[in-house]
C-alpha cells in the first residue's frame, strides 16, 4: 500500500530532523482534499510537540527530506497545517499494473489451520415463507460472511430453522381446522405460502374467539385462558414433544412443504449453508443442560414445576427455561444449539444475524452460559441489525400482512423490466428474450438498497427507488459494468490487449489520478468493513468508485485517445475498475451484467 510506504517514510523524515521516533499511530495520512493539489496529505497538528516548530516550518522539513529521500514523490506543499503529497506519474502506472496482475487486491486468503468463526443468519419459522424481513436478514448475513472471509477468516454459514413449538402448532392445528385437506400441490401453491395461510387461519379463528368471549362478559385475560383453540394448540406441543405419532408425521409432513418453498427462495437469492441445525434437534441438548443445571442447584425450579434462571445480581431479571408442563422456550434450545456448535466446531466466534428486538434475549444467553460454566458464553456476538419497513408500515406475519419473499423478487424484476421498456434501449422484440437482465437488475436493486443502509439503522425499502440507473443504486453500478465490459471489447476489436504492461511518460489528466486514488483505497474500506461487520461501507465504496469512473469517462476520451499509450493506459483503468466492481458487488452478493 502506497500510505503504508508513505508513513513510513514519514516517521523517518520526524526522526531525522527532531531526533524522536513517532508512534505509527501519530502518523496520520488521508486523500487530498478535491480543492487542493497533491494525492496524499500528512496531518502536521499531532507532529508539533515533537518538532516544537509551527506547522509550516515543520512541513516545509518533512517535506523536503521526502522530496529527497522518497523516491515515488514529486513534490510537496504546506498548506496550514498539512502537507500535501503528489507522487510521480510512475508511481500510479505501477499500481495500475500491480492490480492487473492481482485480480484479488485486498483479498486475504483464510488460514486453513485456523479455528473458523461461524455466522448464524436466516432462522426461519416453519409456520410461514420468509419475507421482506427475512432477506435483510439472509442478505447481511450473506455479506457479513463473505467479508470476514474475504479479510482470512474461515467462515462457516450456519442456519437454525425454528421447526418446533406454540407457532409450530398453530400452523399445524389451522390446517387440520381450515384446509378442507389440502394439501400445498393440490391447491397449486407454494409449499411455504401454503403453511403460513393455514397460521393465519389459525390466528383469524383466535381473535373471533377471543372476541365472543369478550362479548359474552369475560375480561381479555379471562378469555385468553379459556380460549379452545388456544388449548388444542398447547395440547399438540405437549403431544408432539411426547412423540405422539399422528402428531409427529403431520408435523414432518408440514415442515417438507415448508423446505421445499424455503430451498426454492434460497437458490434465487443465492443464499446457500454450510450446516443447518434444527431447534428440534437442540432443544433436546438444551433441556438436558438445563435439568442437569436444576439437579445441581444452579437454576430454580419453582412452585409450578417451570425452571428459571435468576439474573438479577447481572441487573436482568429471572428467566424462563422451561414451562410449568415441561415444555421449552427459544432460550433453551439456543444454548443447546450454542454448546453443540462449541463442541463440534471449537470455533473462534459465534456470530448471530439476528433483529434488535432481540438484544436482551442474546444478553440473557450469554450470562446464563457463564453461570452454568459454559466458556463458549465470551464466543456468542450478537450482530443486531434494524427492522425494515414499507411505505405502508410494519408487517405483521399473524395477519397476513407481511411482504413475501418470493413476491418481493418477481415484483422487483417485472420493474426493472418495466423501466428498461420506459428507456426505450432495446427494442421491443428483444425485451421478451431479457429476463435473465431483468432478473440480475432486480436482485442487484433489491440487494444493494438494502445493504447500503448501516444495518443498525431501521430502513424504509421502496422498490420504486430502488431501480434508478443515474443514483446511488445498483442498477447505475451495474449499469457502468456493462459500459466498461463495452468499452473493453470495443478495445480488443480494435487490436488493444490489456496487460500489466501499462507504463507510459504521458502526464496522467486529473480525474485518472482521482479514480486510481480511489482503488488504491480499497484494502483499507474491505477490512473496515469486515471489523464494523457492517457491508454498508462496500456499498458505499462500489458507488464511490463507479462515480468516478463515469466522471473520468465523460470528461476523457478512451479509444480516441490522442496515443496508443494512453488508450492502453485508459482500457487498463477501466479493466480495474470493472474488476473492482465485481469484486466488491460480489461481497454483497450482486452480479453485474457484461450488458445492459
Known amino acids: 500500500m502506497i500510505t503504508e510506504r508513505l508513513k513510513q517514510a514519514a516517521r523517518e523524515a520526524v526522526a531525522h530532523h527532531y531526533q524522536t521516533l513517532p508512534d505509527a499511530d501519530i502518523i496520520q495520512i488521508q486523500e487530498t482534499s478535491a480543492h487542493f493539489r497533491g494525492d496524499f496529505t500528512l496531518v502536521l497538528f499531532p507532529l508539533l510537540k515533537i518538532s516544537r516548530k509551527n506547522p509550516f516550518a515543520t512541513g516545509q522539513e518533512i517535506g523536503s527530506w521526502l522530496t529527497e529521500h522518497l523516491g515515488m514523490v514529486e513534490s510537496t506543499e504546506t498548506v496550514n497545517g498539512y502537507l500535501n503529497i503528489t507522487l510521480k506519474d510512475q508511481v500510479w502506472s505501477e499500481f495500475l499494473g500491480s492490480l492487473l496482475s492481482d485480480e484479488k487486491f485486498g483479498f486475504r486468503a483464510p488460514d486453513p489451520e485456523t479455528p473458523p468463526v461461524l455466522v448464524e443468519f436466516s432462522s426461519p419459522n416453519t409456520n410461514k415463507p420468509l419475507h421482506l424481513g427475512h432477506i435483510r436478514n439472509n442478505l447481511l448475513g450473506y455479506s457479513i460472511a463473505a467479508l470476514l472471509e474475504a479479510t482470512g477468516n ?12 406454540i407457532h409450530i402448532c398453530k400452523s399445524m392445528l389451522g390446517w387440520m381446522k381450515f384446509s378442507g385437506g389440502l394439501t400445498p400441490e393440490l391447491a397449486g401453491i407454494k409449499g411455504d405460502r401454503f403453511v ?62 415448508v423446505y421445499e418453498g424455503f430451498e426454492v427462495t434460497y437458490k434465487r437469492l443465492g443464499i446457500r449453508f454450510d450446516k443447518t441445525y434444527y431447534e428440534s434437534d437442540t ?51 439456543d444454548l443447546g444449539t450454542a454448546i453443540l456448535r462449541d463442541r463440534e466446531f471449537n470455533p473462534e466466534r459465534m456470530y448471530y444475524v439476528v433483529g434488535n428486538e432481540q438484544d436482551y434475549h442474546f444478553s440473557v444467553l450469554e450470562k446464563v452460559l457463564k453461570n452454568l460454566g459454559f466458556g463458549c458464553h465470551s464466543k456468542i456476538h450478537h450482530i443486531s ?13 399473524r395477519e397476513g400482512t407481511v411482504v413475501d419473499a418470493d413476491d418481493l ?13 420506459e428507456l426505450g434501449k432495446w427494442a421491443e422484440e428483444e425485451l421478451a428474450d431479457l429476463g435473465w437482465m431483468f432478473e440480475m437488475i432486480g436482485q442487484g436493486a433489491l440487494k444493494y438498497f438494502i445493504l447500503k443502509v ?11 427507488e430502488s431501480i434508478d440507473f443515474d443514483g446511488n443504486t445498483g442498477p447505475f453500478i451495474q449499469y457502468t459494468h456493462a459500459r466498461i465490459a463495452s468499452l473493453l471489447k470495443k478495445g480488443e ?27 488504491h483505497r480499497w ?74
Not at 439437579?295 to 425452571?307: F, I, M, Q
Not at 441489525?385 to 406475519?397: D, F, I, Q, W
Not at 475498475?577 to 450482486?590: E, P, Q
Open 493 to 519: 476489436e480494435t487490436g488493444f490487449s490489456v496487460t500489466a504492461e501499462v507504463l507510459t511518460q504521458e502526464q496522467l489528466e486529473g480525474e485518472e489520478r482521482s479514480l486510481l486514488r480511489v482503488l
Open 523 to 596: 484494502p483499507s474500506v474491505l477490512e473496515e468493513a469486515a471489523k464494523m461487520l457492517n457491508p454498508s461501507l462496500v456499498a458505499g465504496f462500489c458507488y464511490e468508485v463507479a462515480r468516478e469512473f463515469n466522471q473520468f469517462y465523460h470528461k476523457h476520451s478512451v479509444l480516441g485517445a490522442p496515443s496508443p499509450d494512453i488508450i492502453h493506459r485508459r482500457l487498463a483503468m477501466a479493466q480495474a475498475t470493472g474488476t473492482m466492481l465485481r469484486n466488491g458487488m460480489g461481497l454483497l452478493g450482486i452480479s453485474l451484467p457484461e450488458r445492459m
Open 409 to 421: 423478487l418477481e415484483e422487483m424484476k417485472q420493474t426493472a423490466a418495466r423501466v428498461a421498456a
Open 385 to 397: 441489525y434494524g427492522m425494515v419497513e414499507l411505505p405502508g408500515g410494519r408487517m405483521k406475519s
Open 283 to 333: 432443544y433436546l441438548l438444551g433441556k438436558e443442560i438445563v435439568q442437569a443445571a436444576v439437579n445441581e442447584g444452579r437454576l430454580l425450579r419453582k412452585a409450578d414445576g417451570s425452571v428459571w434462571a435468576d439474573l438479577t445480581p447481572e441487573g436482568l431479571d429471572e428467566k424462563l427455561l422451561l414451562r410449568s408442563d415441561g415444555t421449552s422456550v427459544y432460550i433453551t434450545q
Open 454 to 464: 448501516d444495518p443498525k439503522k431501521n430502513m424504509l425499502f421502496n422498490p420504486d
Open 196 to 257: 403460513g395461510d393455514a397460521y393465519v387461519a389459525f390466528d383469524k379463528a383466535y381473535k373471533r374467539e377471543i372476541a365472543e368471549l369478550e362479548a359474552s362478559g369475560m375480561t381479555r385475560e379471562e378469555a385468553e385462558r379459556r380460549s379452545r383453540l388456544m388449548e388444542e394448540a398447547r395440547s399438540l406441543l405437549r403431544l408432539w414433544e411426547e412423540n405422539e405419532p399422528e402428531v409427529k408425521k403431520l408435523w414432518h409432513q408440514m415442515n417438507g412443504w
Open 154 to 165: 474461515r467462515v462457516l454459514k450456519v442456519n437454525l430453522v425454528n421447526d418446533r413449538g
